[in-house]
C-alpha cells in the first residue's frame, strides 16, 4: 500500500506516460490527449446542430472511457491512498507562501486559496474562475491540451505541438514567476 500511496518517482512514472504514446497507436492509432474528451461529451449529449459537434464522436467514445478511468483513480486515490501527514515543502517555499498570507500547507492544495469562501474574494475568482477560463481558452486556441500537445504530438515530431509546448512552458514561466505573485497579494 505504501508503494501506492506514495509519490513515484520520475524514472517509474515517465516511462509509464511515454509508454502510452506507442500502445495507443499500436491498439488502434488513437491519439493521447484529454482536452477532446470534453468535445465528445457535448457532442453526445447536445441535440443542437453546432457544426463544431456534429461529428461521429462514436468513434472516439475510447477516450471517454479513458477520462472515466482517469476520474475513478483519482477518487479512490484520494479517498484511499491519501497520506495522513501535512505536505512537505521547502523552507523556502513555505516562507513565500507565508507572505502572501498562505500559512496552511496540510493538503496539495492550500486550502486559504481554493475554497468556496476564497472563491467569493478576488484573488479567488481570479485563480479558480479566470484560471479556469484561460486553460480551456488556450486549450482550445492551441488545438489541445499540454497531454496532446507535450506528449503525443512531440513524440510523434509535430511541429505545432513543438510551438504550443513551448508557448506552455514561457507562459508556465511568466505566471508563476510574474502574475501568480501579484495575484497573491490581493
Known amino acids: 500500500m505504501n508503494a501506492l500511496s506514495a509519490p513515484w518517482p520520475w524514472y517509474v512514472a515517465g516511462p509509464l506516460i511515454g509508454l502510452t504514446v506507442p500502445l495507443l497507436l499500436l491498439l488502434g492509432n488513437r491519439h493521447f490527449g484529454i482536452s477532446s474528451s470534453l468535445r465528445h461529451i457535448c457532442a453526445a449529449c447536445l441535440p443542437a446542430k453546432i457544426p463544431f459537434f456534429s461529428y461521429n464522436w462514436k468513434k472516439e467514445s475510447w477516450n471517454l472511457f479513458f477520462v472515466a478511468g482517469i476520474l475513478l483513480g483519482g477518487t479512490i486515490a484520494a479517498f484511499h491512498l491519501t497520506d495522513p501527514l501535512p505536505v512537505v515543502i521547502h523552507p523556502q517555499l513555505a516562507a513565500e507562501l507565508q507572505g502572501y498570507g498562505v500559512t496552511d500547507h496540510h493538503a496539495l492544495l492550500p486550502v486559504q486559496l481554493f475554497n468556496w469562501q476564497a ?64 495575484i497573491l497579494h490581493l
Do not use: D, E, K
Open 119 to 182: 472563491l467569493l474574494t478576488i484573488r479567488g475568482f481570479i485563480l479558480m474562475v479566470v484560471g479556469g477560463f484561460l486553460v480551456g481558452f488556450g486549450t482550445r486556441y492551441a488545438g489541445g491540451c499540454t497531454s496532446g500537445h507535450a506528449i503525443m504530438g512531440l513524440s510523434n515530431l509535430q511541429w505545432p505541438s513543438l510551438v504550443a509546448t513551448c508557448c506552455f512552458m514561457a507562459g508556465g514561466f511568466i505566471m508563476a514567476n510574474l502574475i501568480l505573485p501579484f
